[in-house]
């Protein structure tokens, strides 16, 4: 049997928490970096972690989550893994490339990390802000946003 690092009560297994908090939901395991939490204390990090952190950068207008991808990029270490994690929660991001976006610079990735690996953009318009963000206005590489077979020129 398993126990909660934070206050160890019994753990069974990993689970997907399902977490509406105020107008966000969340989707998330319980688990934090190779921790795991019981659902009480995850969904009390889960919070903990987007008021501290995830604040900064995401805000909701019209039923339409924002990310300010410039604070996102001047973000560092501990903070850049949480915001991360939050981003993928909210389906921001995604580790699965498969129907979302991926930016190019001469057919390398430029994209955001977790935990080491690449993650993709859900919306082409946070793929296209960040690139934005990332580059400036700097022309020196070819650049490309990439959707399953389809390749988009900026």
Known sequence: ???CCFCQSSIKF???IHLRYEEFNFSFFNAFNSDLLCVSCAT???IEDFEKH???IITKENDEIKVKWDVYLSGKGEELFIVSNILL???ILSRDPKGNW????DGSPRMPR???EICYFTRREDAVEYHRVFYGELQSFKREIWNINQIHSL
């Open 1 to 3: 049997m398993m126990t």
């Open 14 to 16: 990993l689970v997907t």
């Open 44 to 46: 009390k990090k889960h």
């Open 54 to 56: 995830g604040r900064k």
């Open 89 to 91: 929660s909210l389906g």
């Open 102 to 105: 991926s930016l190019l610079e």
């Open 114 to 116: 977790y935990k080491g």
